[in-house]
């Protein structure tokens, strides 16, 4: 089975061709991060009206490198939900005319399982059950996965994500948009011995996080630099590298603890902030003394991407599941209410 995929949840439009025999034939992307860069976030608004000019010809683009037709795909997959309103609607709407005019079906996906099931889509997959640490610019979730839409969610955020974390530091930093690479490459200059950050809610029992404390100790630390008159690149490097130590610390503790709750010896780490090299480092060797396997996406997979969600659609296709024509987005969509197949 030959299934389109299409992303357009925030600031990525993604579109990706799967198939069910093969593996993945195309994948393209068009970031839109020029565009709201000069804005410090995304800009909601913006992002809907570049993913309606970009949508149709990516496709197409993707089609014509794959050397596919229409009539070759069996179905169509995008992004439902959660992300951004207006960004979802351009997707789904495109999802769904195509799909009509095309005469295939169509299969709503939830974002977050894409995110979880990108390491499917490399060679060395990892096999259920596992933990999977789903970490993004908006979530921040310790998932049980006994198989494809059946979740439970043992931790998540109190407050910030994870990703958020990052952005907001390098907002504070003054270094940019998105942060978490800006902050992850400064770090590698950092000293890691300079600052003790906080990890934070390691002493309270269960898997909850939580990252706006860390953030305030960021700040406070960057304001005491300034004011006795040091703004170096290098205190900069310091700060970066013990909030992402601090961040990257807390995150293995917590799956320490999920791993030893369930007895599981898989750890699967996904979402936008998976793509951090210090935060694989410390889980992989966790893995190790734990005598399991840490899997993680290929890098550009770890970002959104139409690859994640070609794949999503496509086992649930495969399954025989399907949607009626009706394509509302559902921004707030809950993991927990996917069915199971
Ligand atoms: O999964 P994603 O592309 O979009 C959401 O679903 O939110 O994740 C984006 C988030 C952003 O907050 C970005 O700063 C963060 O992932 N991110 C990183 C890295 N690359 C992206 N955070 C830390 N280190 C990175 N290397
Ligand atoms: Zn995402």
Redo the contacts with the bound molecule.
Sequence with gaps: MIVLGIES????TGVALYDTEQGLIADTLYSQVPIHAEYGGVVPELASRDHIRKLTPLILQTLSEAQLSPQSIDGIAYTKGP?LMGALLAGSAVARSLAYAWDKPAMGVH??EG?LLAPMLESQAPEFPFICLL?????TMIVKVEGIGRYEILGDTLDD????A??KT?KMLGLG?????????LALKGDPNRYQFPRPMIDRPGLDMSFSGLKTFTLNTWLAAKAKGDESEQTQADICRAF?LAVADTLKIKCKRALKQTGYKTLVVA?????????RQQLTKLMEKEQGQAFYPR?AF????GAMIAYAGAQRLLAGQTEDLNFAANPRWQLTDLPPI
Aim: charge should be negative; aromatic fraction near 4%; charged fraction near 20%.
């Design positions: 949840s925030c600031d990525e992300g974002h977050m995110h970490i993004s610019g908006g979530h994500a994870v990703g958020e990052f952005d390098a948009y998105p942060g978490g690479p800006i902050v992850s490459q992402e979402g936008g902030v998976s793509a951090n090299r210090e935060i890098p770890c970002t959104d991407n």
